[in-house]
């Protein structure tokens, strides 16, 4: 459809998070006439998210910002099976403790960007191993085996792909898509909810729910899913080479997660306002059209915005005030990473992968050849150098032009 009567899809459709809709006119007339509760599931697999995922937790508040229920369902029970989609092998095994530890974890972002309560339209967040654990496995066979045939389960990404690729699927991860259509199902049962968002990886996992809840209840249950995210240049959203872009500071300091945004490509500033920002449309539009280094006023204005979303003002303000003097005013910034090196110190190779400048010595080692890396405004090309600061005393580290960092001891 290419118009909509309903604010939510309207909303969605202009923000550009829409791929596929089961039933577009479907969704569109249930939206436009009641409240929907809508839910998207996020596994417990580290004590932070990260920026992949959030192109999900927004769509859960374009939800919210267009009078409907986000619903938060996170995976402490499919956690413990591990989803197959995009994955080469078998995800670690973890305790009870450690999911429930990440959980809590993982909530501090989702209390920044929706707002939770008892109202028709506010969020709530549910633990799916409050139904899956409880399930027992001849019960499970009987009700629901039954409505899945092996056939149909082998031809979906998730298995097929890895498969093709010649990688171990276990059972257990096998039954990863059985427990997700479940949910849907006893989400629809417990809270009324018609619809689930994905991105566009889970549209097999959410067309299952769907028709299961169908042939057991007759319910009539809707799936959007959003467009694969990836940079301008194909690089996986949320990526780098130093590693994950995490959304908890615990993971990440606000500098290094407001620096990622400010680095952007230049062909992406337009669509990442859209997709991460609550900036009006009218006001993106006159930002992405800027041209030459002017663009760079759109990117800082991107870093603050999503900064200010998922770190809160004062992290935004922080991260800025520190690129500016570090960049601008040659100073240090309060902001920057740091790192203890310790007596006698450390070599300038390890210095670097410690810091998350660099994803292994090897790299290092060609920063280093490149001429990349300064020590207080010197070249360093050794990869033998010892960095060793005297006690007390702090030394400024710079890979390129946009990384730095202070070492102490």
């Given at each position: ?47 932070s ?27 402490g ?30 909530r ?7 707002t ?26 009987r ?15 998730s ?94 300091p ?41 663009i ?5 204005v ?101 990384k ?6």
């Amino acid at each position: 459809m290419s118009n909509y009567s309903s604010d939510l899809l309207r909303l969605l459709k202009e923000r550009g998070y829409i791929h596929q809709v089961t039933d577009a006119a479907g969704l569109d007339a249930l939206a436009a006439k009641q409240v929907v509760p809508g839910y998207i599931g996020f596994d417990a697999t580290a004590p932070s998210l990260h920026v992949g995922s959030l192109v999900q937790i927004m769509m859960l508040r374009r939800l919210q910002q267009a009078g409907h229920k986000p619903i938060v369902v996170m995976g402490g029970g499919t956690t413990k099976v591990g989803d197959p989609s995009g994955k080469d092998e078998s995800r670690k095994m973890l305790t009870d403790a450690d999911i429930a530890a990440n959980i809590a974890g993982i909530r501090e972002v989702f209390e920044r960007l929706l707002t939770f309560g008892d109202g028709p339209t506010d969020a709530v967040m549910v633990d799916n191993d409050e139904w899956l654990s409880e399930l027992g496995y001849i019960e499970l066979l009987r009700n629901v085996g039954p409505h899945f045939t092996v056939n149909r389960m082998l031809t979906f990404d998730s298995v097929r792909l890895r498969l093709e690729r010649e990688q171990p699927l276990t059972f257990l991860e096998f039954n990863y898509m059985i427990l997700q259509a479940y949910d849907f199902r006893e989400l629809a049962q417990r809270y009324g909810c018609r619809l689930q968002m994905g991105g566009s990886d889970q549209w097999g996992n959410i067309v299952n729910g769907m028709e299961l809840a169908r042939r057991m209840d007759g319910s009539e249950l809707f799936g959007l899913t959003t467009p694969l995210l990836t940079t301008a240049d194909g690089a996986k959203m949320g990526k780098t080479a130093a590693g994950a872009v995490w959304l908890n500071e615990a993971q990440l300091p606000s500098y290094d997660f407001w620096q990622y945004w400010r680095n952007v490509d230049d062909r992406d500033v337009g669509r990442f306002l859209r997709l991460f920002t609550d900036l009006p449309l009218d006001e993106i539009a006159r930002l992405e059209a800027l041209e030459g280094a002017e663009i760079n006023h759109a990117k800082t204005v991107l870093a603050n915005e999503v900064t200010k979303l998922v770190r809160g003002e004062e992290a935004a303000a922080m991260a800025e005030r520190t690129a500016t003097e570090t960049f601008a005013g040659g100073g240090t910034g309060e902001d920057l990473p740091s790192l203890e090196v310790g007596d006698p110190g450390m070599r300038i190779g390890a210095v670097l992968t410690a810091l998350g400048f660099t994803a292994s010595n090897g790299e290092a080692k060609r920063k280093l050849a490149e001429g990349a890396v300064k020590l207080d405004g010197e070249t360093i090309t050794d990869p033998g150098f010892l960095v060793s600061i005297a006690a007390n005393e702090e030394a400024k580290l710079s890979l390129g032009k946009k990384k730095h960092a202070i070492l102490r001891r």
